[in-house]
């Protein structure tokens, strides 16, 4: 979570420091899981400290709930199952534009997920852009 943190700060600083986009962390974006210790999170304490100004009241859990025991791998269908959880997530968001700060992993079973749902949650994604870790979406209003 802290490279898709710092990426989003990073990408999105103009419109942060003026107030005008929430930062929110959202655990169903979680890079793919397991086996490589780079993808495993800090607790969420420390990412409260780390980064004072984003909002982990969304994230549950004070460890990485995904990490296992390390050594499985999450499959491919389990992460698309939770890019679909996350778009249920975001349709329920009142904004109507986002910004979403996530991996390459996940942004692809995003997309994959919406591609494969042919619902509204697909309708949503229209006009996204994909940019270097991180994904700029218009929700469209009464889709």
């Not at 990408?11 to 890079?31: D, M, S, T, W, Y």
């Not at 304490?45 to 969304?58: E, F, G, I, N």
Request: aromatic content about 6%.
């Amino acid at each position: 979570m802290r490279r898709a943190t710092t990426t989003g700060l990073l990408a999105f600083a103009p419109h942060i420091g003026r107030g005008a986009l929430p930062v929110v962390a959202n655990e169903l974006c979680h890079e793919r899981a397991g086996r490589h210790t780079c993808d495993q999170r800090l607790t969420k304490s420390a990412l409260s400290q780390l980064y004072p100004a984003v909002d982990y009241s969304a994230v549950a859990d004070e460890t990485d709930p995904f990490w296992g025991d390390g050594l499985r791998r999450e499959p491919w269908a389990e992460l698309g199952a939770r890019a679909g959880k996350f778009i249920e997530w975001l349709m329920e968001r009142p904004e109507g534009h986002v910004a979403i700060a996530s991996h390459s992993a996940f942004l692809l079973a995003v997309f994959n997920a919406a591609r494969t749902r042919r619902t509204t949650q697909a309708a949503a994604l229209r006009g996204a852009r994909s940019l270097t870790g991180c994904l700029c979406m218009r929700r469209l209003r009464g889709s």
